[in-house]
T-cell receptor
Framework: NAGVTQTPKFQVLKTGQSMTLQCAQDMNHNSMYWYRQDPGMGLRLIYY???????DKGEVPNGYNVSRLNKREFSLRLESAAPSQTSVYFCASGGEVGPYEQYFGPGTRLTVT | GNSVTQMEGPVTLSEEAFLTINCTYTATGYPSLFWYVQYPGEGLQLLLKATKADDKGSNKGFEATYRKETTSFHLEKGSVQVSDSAVYFCALANYGGATNKLIFGTGTLLAVQP
């Protein structure tokens, strides 16, 4: 039982390049989330997916797109990376039985130069 | 709207000292409250939780009590160890909507010195 896995662990991009961050969970959760973590800002929700086939914007969605490929996988795409997107990105999943606990992946550290 | 405020860090303590990290919240209704811990280079892990007023969450020697009258959920530990050095996040979740979004505080770095 691997929990939540993310790839890659580290990535360096030049401004304007694109990339996709991958996330998978093996806990049969319906809900999945993408967060970014910046110093002094805590974690901020980018996008989430309540179930397979649905996605919704979170607090900071601009510059990102997501795909809920199936129940296990939820990817985050940066179409044209900007230095402001330098951050650590976390994927999480959670069930619907309260109290709304979420399980996090190890994170992807992204630097945009 | 919903929000979480926690004390600024870093908090630096000697081993075996008493720890308190303050957390207060603003929310409508009856949120659930959580403390997550992030060890260096890792993702967040749930440390403890409480779902209703006066509940006490506890795990690994850490405790926090859900105080509705003061809208607080302070984290405490009686005797910290070097291995407790990490960033601690307070969070809340409110029922409603299609999914269970968490609202996080900004995190508090704890450094425990031998």
């Amino acid at each position: 039982n691997a929990g939540v896995t993310q790839t890659p662990k580290f990535q360096v991009l030049k401004t304007g390049q694109s990339m996709t961050l991958q996330c998978a969970q093996d806990m049969n959760h319906n809900s999945m989330y993408w967060y970014r973590q910046d110093p002094g800002m805590g974690l901020r929700l980018i996008y989430y997916s309540a179930s397979e086939g649905t996605t919704d914007k979170g607090e900071v969605p601009n510059g990102y797109n997501v795909s809920r490929l199936n129940k296990r996988e939820f990817s985050l795409r940066l179409e044209s990376a900007a230095p402001s997107q330098t951050s650590v990105y976390f994927c999480a999943s959670g069930g619907e039985v309260g109290p709304y606990e979420q399980y996090f992946g190890p994170g992807t550290r992204l630097t945009v130069t | 709207g919903n929000s979480v405020t926690q004390m600024e860090g870093p908090v630096t303590l000697s081993e075996e000292a008493f720890l308190t990290i303050n957390c207060t919240y603003t929310a409508t209704g009856y949120p659930s409250l959580f403390w997550y811990v992030q060890y260096p280079g890792e993702g967040l892990q749930l440390l403890l939780k409480a779902t209703k007023a006066d509940d006490k969450g506890s795990n690994k020697g850490f405790e926090a009590t859900y105080r509705k009258e003061t809208t607080s959920f302070h984290l405490e530990k009686g005797s910290v160890q070097v291995s407790d050095s990490a960033v601690y996040f307070c969070a809340l979740a409110n029922y409603g909507g299609a999914t269970n979004k968490l609202i996080f505080g900004t995190g508090t770095l704890l450094a425990v010195q031998p």
